[in-house]
């Protein structure tokens, strides 16, 4: 039998601990690089239909509620109206020479007021916004005016309103 003693067992000790210090350092660094690509989307035309909220009298005033639709898959803020043209079928009526444009100044309250949210699934997003006071009939209006329906060209402009 072989005699051990305290310095060959130090030795065997030793040995063992190397070797397991030795597999704990058998780790490798890895690094990579790489890229990648994104497509940047392209932003849909926002559709608009509206209503006179009341009736035009010769003199009066009517307030337009126009509701914005948003097909895009961000919110968008209404920054801007324009109203462009006015028509009617109506036979002796003439639009643009009975009803004016009055005021196109967009509702200031409350601060969402003109955020449009974005298209979720296949419903688009939408917003009411009521322009006080848009409309007004001239004083001395034709009588052929009487029960006609105006048809009135809108633009509006907005911004992505994403967070």
């Known amino acids: 039998m072989p005699k051990y003693t305290k310095r060959s067992v130090a030795l065997i000790t030793a ?3 190397a070797v397991s210090g030795g597999a704990a350092w058998a780790a490798w660094t890895i690094l990579g690089d790489g890229s990648a690509t994104a497509t ?4 849909a035309e926002l559709d608009i ?9 010769p ?19 209404v920054t801007s109206l324009e109203f462009v043209s006015i028509t009617t079928t109506k036979s002796g ?28 699934g296949t419903t688009n997003g939408s917003k009411e916004i009521t322009v006080a006071g848009a409309l007004r009939m001239v ?13 009135i060209v809108t633009e509006v402009d907005g911004l992505s309103n994403a967070a």
Do not use: R
């Open 15 to 17: 040995g063992v601990v």
């Open 40 to 43: 940047a989307g392209t932003a």
């Open 49 to 57: 239909t509206g209503t006179s909220i009341t009736a035009l009298v």
């Open 59 to 77: 003199g009066g005033t009517s307030d337009v509620t126009l509701t914005v639709s948003n097909p895009n898959t961000f919110p968008v803020k």
């Open 93 to 120: 009526c003439d639009a643009a020479a009975n009803v004016e444009f009055a005021s196109e100044a967009l509702p200031t309250s409350p601060a969402t007021a003109l955020d449009v949210p974005a298209k979720t």
């Open 139 to 151: 004083s001395d209006a034709d009588d052929d005016c009487q029960g006609a329906s105006f048809t």
